[in-house]
């Protein structure tokens, strides 16, 4: 096929010195459809497409490593002790807040969904399943995988920083379900269901897991609790205010009450309570049962978080889904997990 190239496609051809004849060339039709397609693009914006057929002309194959930045990623291990298991530490925890920001931009998207439907939430809430389930059941690398003497050794000397001061898993929290549920079950039920902007604050002061960062003799805040609440306050009060209508026991309610029987659909949001509330957190538990046990010198390598009260389930009783518990499974909220798997009892 004989076809008269146009002025922009003129600009890039010289660059093949084995044609003789510039003006005309042998292109299959897709080519041309394309390039078609193309400066319709780039014309819409305003744009040159010689110009970007000129970059594509001169930029590098794409490669693997440049891609991911593998060079720069395999850099951003940087042990604060010489002792070998620290690499371990470290990686596993890097490991798991790509998986938190994989699970934050399922969020986002569910949030920014236009005519959502439970076929659409129930993908979504199954991929952050998936992430979730990934982590916990490689968490054996952090409970099994680490020499328990190195462990003791190199985390005193990342103090005060501790796992507590995750702030990606905080906001997945707060796009999981309203506000109301992450407060302290002590004083949850003074507010009310359907809350406004102005008392995200006033109920801010009351999460739940203020609690897991105080002395443990005094009841005062320790320095990991302050570090936390300085750098991460304003961004998850501000991300509550954002996802107020949007979290996602919000965004189930929004739907057809048809949709909200959606059996696939409810079994993945119970599994994501079950997940991020039970599974995770006691995975955290049985890692802190091997290596701290209850000794209060052993206490201090987690920044002075008080893990035996706040990483329980039963303790905190942190349910994203109430409406889609039983009464009794609710009141033995984590109980199953803690008997086959730290007492190993299957009663």
């Known amino acids: ?38 400066d319709e693009k780039y014309q819409a914006m305003g744009q040159n497409l010689a110009s970007y057929l000129d970059g594509l002309l001169y930029a590098d194959y794409l490669t693997y490593w440049d891609y991911i930045h593998l060079d720069t990623l395999l850099s951003l291990q940087t042990p604060k002790t010489p002792i070998p298991d620290e690499h371990i ?14 699970c934050l931009h399922e969020y986002e998207q569910l949030a920014a969904k236009q005519d959502l ?52 898993y905080r906001k997945i929290e707060i ?41 443990l003799s005094s009841g005062k805040k320790t320095l990991t609790l302050v570090q936390f609440e300085q750098k991460y306050s304003e961004q998850f009060i501000q991300l509550a205010k954002k996802f107020r209508n949007k979290n996602l026991l919000s965004l189930y309610k929004s739907l057809p009450e048809t949709e909200q029987k959606n059996e696939l659909l409810i079994t993945a949001l119970r599994q994501l309570d079950v997940n991020v509330n039970v599974n995770w957190p006691l995975s955290h538990y049985k890692s802190a049962v091997r290596y701290l046990q209850a000794d209060p010198e052993d206490i201090a390598a987690t920044g002075g978080t008080n893990w035996q009260k706040y990483l329980p389930p039963r303790f905190q009783k942190r349910i994203f889904y109430p409406e889609l518990w039983s009464t009794q499974e609710i009141n033995e909220w984590g109980k199953g997990w803690v008997k086959n798997v730290v007492f190993r009892r299957e009663d």
Not at 11 to 30: R, V, Y
Request: net charge negative; proline share 4%; aromatic share 14%.
């Open 117 to 168: 439907d439970a076929g659409f939430l129930t993908n979504r809430v199954t991929r952050i399943n998936r992430y979730f389930e990934a982590l916990i059941t490689s968490f054996d690398i952090m409970v099994d995988g680490m020499d328990p003497k190195q462990f003791l050794k190199f985390r005193m000397s990342l103090l005060p920083a501790s796992g507590f001061q995750s702030g990606q």
């Open 175 to 215: 796009c999981s379900t309203t506000f109301k549920n992450l407060v302290d079950k002590e004083v949850r039920d003074t507010f009310p269901e359907d809350i406004a902007d102005e008392q995200i604050e006033e109920m801010y002061d009351h999460i739940y897991w203020k609690a897991g960062a105080t002395e």
């Open 1 to 38: 096929m004989q076809i008269v190239i146009q002025p922009y496609i003129m600009h890039f051809i010289p660059t093949f010195a084995d044609i003789s004849n510039l003006q005309t060339m042998e292109l299959k039709p897709e080519i041309i459809e394309r390039l078609q397609l193309l």
């Open 89 to 102: 530490f470290i990686m596993y925890h890097q490991i798991t807040e790509l998986y938190f920001k994989l």
